[in-house]
């Protein structure tokens, strides 16, 4: 069973240092907020991240903030008075965790916060083959860049995300998509996680089927992009903890019309990128959406990316749903028979299940 991708707790001994983060955290992470008094005396919550606000005005607050320090066993962030560089010297003396000062910028400490959420999981990449790493590492930074470019009517920094790319495709010629999975699955950005296990999923698996060159570019970078649309999407909708009601349903079924709009506009991306991207929820009799294409309107770079993503929003875990094991996910899609191409879902699976 996989570990839940994100859990925060916030410590506090100042009920208005909290109620900032509070409000700077709340409709992009979930969040326990315990006071400090509470949290050094017992009772302890396992966190990825702890998030202490504390004045240290006094010497019994400083000692349980140094308690408190030693006692998380995730990373730590500090959320500390800016009229007090007492307590950013007492926090000096025990601890190199970054702190952000108050009042808080609120894009800044939720930049420091997903930086601090991502630590461990980047760390931990360390023990992967050296092609592996540099494929990850380089797609972070790549597809932030570009997820916040596209959000802010830029172009796609296409170069950046080509090099990604061609990273990618030299960890997929090692085989071994399940370290893949393995190595994003505690990544707090979900779109970031959920793009990368397609890009994989389709890249890992067209290049055991003997598929190279050109085809096998555009499989890769189709899959990196299938979901760029989300990007205007609101993020409380798109990272929302809880499950979408109907109007929120509505916004999100509209981001392969945003993908298709975003990739069109990039000259040196082909037609069948823009395709991926525009009808991979698209289904075999008709009952997908934005177009209702069906049958041999979906060609099989759409089928491949549907099944990727199927695969992808099934194998990962969401607020409101566990994560699953990919036998289950795969016994699964083999009942869409009216939704995903038989044949290529079987492909996958025994590469999935035999050679991944
Ligand atoms: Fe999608
Ligand atoms: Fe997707």
Known sequence: MRKPSENIVVIYDSAMACKAVGAALAGYFRFREIPLAEYVTGGLPEATLSIICANMGTSETAEQVKKATKICSGETLFVLPTHNSDAITQLRQHTKADYLLLPLDDEEFREATK?????????????????????????????????????????????????????IR???????????????DNHHDYSFRHSMFVCGSLSYFAHAMGIRGAEL???????????????????????????????????????PVHSKEILTRENDLGTDIVAMAAYHHEKLDGTGYPDGLSGAQINDHIRLTA??????????????????????????????????????????????????
């Open 115 to 167: 930086v601090a959420l991502n630590r461990p999981v980047e760390k931990a990449w360390s023990i992967l083959d050296p092609t592996k790493q540099k494929a990850l590492k380089s797609a972070v930074v790549s597809f932030e860049k570009c997820f916040d470019q596209v959000a802010n009517g830029k172009p796609i920094p296409l170069d950046d995300i080509t090099s990604s790319c061609q990273d």
């Open 170 to 184: 030299e960890a997929a010629a090692l085989g071994g998509l399940d370290d893949w999975i393995d190595a994003l």
């Open 307 to 356: 099944i990727a993503d199927v695969y992808s929003a099934l194998i990962d875990k969401r607020a409101y749903k566990g994560s699953m094991s990919s036998e289950a996910a795969l016994d699964i899609m083999t009942t869409l028979k009216d939704e995903l191409d038989m044949d290529l879902v079987r492909e996958f699976r025994s590469f999935t299940l035999d050679k991944g």
């Open 217 to 255: 570019d555009r499989l890769t970078l189709g899959g990196l992009l299938h979901d760029i649309g989300k990007c205007r999407v609101p993020l409380e909708i798109l990272d929302k903890p809880g499950k979408l009601d109907a109007r929120e349903w509505d916004v999100i079924k509209l981001h």
